[in-house]
């Protein structure tokens, strides 16, 4: 038996990433303002060099 591919909100990914292939209805610039201005932004889950990457499903609460 072979394992179930992960959920699409399971994914990790930056925040470009996000933007581009989930999230087109928001801009990258909102994206970061809400990262840096907004208490309740989730935190990364994960860093690949200097990107932090998130849990799509939680960025898109």
Partial sequence: MQPRPA?????IVGLR????EHLP???LAALG???ANDP???A????RGAELLY?????KR
């Fill in 40 to 42: 309740d932004f989730p």
């Fill in 7 to 11: 959920a699409p909100d399971d994914a």
């Fill in 55 to 59: 849990r799509v499903g939680d960025l």
């Fill in 17 to 20: 990433k996000a933007q581009a």
């Fill in 33 to 35: 303002r809400a990262r």
């Fill in 44 to 47: 990364s889950v994960d860093k």
């Fill in 25 to 27: 209805q928001l801009t």
